[in-house]
């Protein structure tokens, strides 16, 4: 089973970027679809982003389209997320999940990953 770390979060300025990064020890990353969700202090895990095992399909949700870049490299066992633009309400604990039998069109929920980070603290001060 893969076990996945998260690195990169921390305080930064509203308008400011941060990269995450989740190393991942399966020899068989390449076989995961990949997630990023985040979780708020007092709300739900939610969804962010999601990217293919080829990385060729990536989604994400709307609160960061066009400011959030999803990426992975393979033969790195790592997978990315560039934030750009943050903003306060972007303040949560990120956590990095793999999906073992991608294919699902329940790509935005927590069940349908089989593993997760530990999670990495983002905090965007106004």
């Known amino acids: 089973q893969v076990q996945l770390v998260e690195s990169g979060g921390g305080l930064v300025q509203a308008g400011g970027s941060l990269r995450l990064s989740c190393a991942a020890s399966?020899?068989?990353?390449?076989?995961?679809?990949m997630a990023w969700f985040r979780q708020a202090p007092g709300l739900g895990r939610e969804f962010v982003a999601r990217i293919s095992s080829n990385g060729v399909i990536t989604y994400y949700t709307d609160s960061v389209k066009g400011r959030f870049t999803i990426s992975r490299v393979n033969a790195r066992n790592t997978v990315y997320l560039q934030m750009n633009s943050l903003k306060p309400e972007d303040t949560a604990v990120y956590y990095c999940a793999a999906d073992s039998t991608p294919g699902s069109s329940n790509y935005r929920m927590e069940v349908e990953y089989d593993t997760w980070g530990q999670g990495t603290q983002v905090t965007v001060s106004s």
């Open positions: 399966a020899r068989t990353f390449n076989n995961y679809a």
